[in-house]
């Protein structure tokens, strides 16, 4: 992904849901434990990808040292999120079916997530010569312009816009 240079920020408004999954490897030598684990996101990212009406409006991964990995991910609204995490038709249900057989309460690997409802106007974002991240990469960037210089302004004018 190319560089973009100098001072931008998403151009994203309106709510959104926030949604950070990971998993935590706790025994190294249980490869057989976590690797189906690790390798289950993928597809269901494609999944999400492929399908514009499933609410899923994008994620970046995040290494957390050798033992962690963790998603940010970004999402239209709560009940898009919900919807695809209790669907039968969809991949997300045998993986987690998979995990609570093959792994349950062993210790081996551990999971997590936490999801944030935003409201429009309910956050702000800062891009110094980077490729498109985050909510940048979800919904573009613009220019910090002068009157978006700080983090103040940005927030008020993400408010004022929603």
């Not at 151009?11 to 190294?28: A, E, T, W």
């Not at 434990?33 to 999400?48: D, G, I, S, T």
């Not at 249900?93 to 349950?104: I, Q, S």
């Not at 062993?106 to 999971?111: A, E, M, S, Y």
């Amino acid at each position: 992904m190319s560089v973009v240079k100098g001072r931008m920020t998403a151009d994203f408004s309106g709510p959104l849901v926030v949604f950070v999954i990971g998993m935590r490897i706790n025994r190294f030598h249980r490869i057989g434990k976590w690797w189906p684990v690790l390798m289950a996101m993928r597809p269901m990212l494609q999944e999400l990808a492929a399908n514009p009406d499933s609410g899923f409006l994008g994620t970046e991964y995040c290494l957390q040292g050798p033992r962690q990995v963790m998603l940010l991910q970004y999402w239209r609204d709560f009940d898009s999120l919900e919807a695809y995490a209790r669907s039968r038709d969809d991949m997300h249900w045998p993986a987690w079916v998979a995990f609570n057989k093959n792994v349950g309460n062993d210790g081996t690997v551990g999971i997590f997530h936490e999801t944030y409802t935003v409201g429009g106007g309910a956050y702000e974002n800062i891009y110094a010569n980077m490729p498109p991240f985050g909510l940048g990469k979800v919904g573009g960037l613009i220019p910090a312009t002068s009157s978006r210089n700080e983090a103040r302004s940005r927030m008020r004018e993400s408010a004022r816009e929603a």
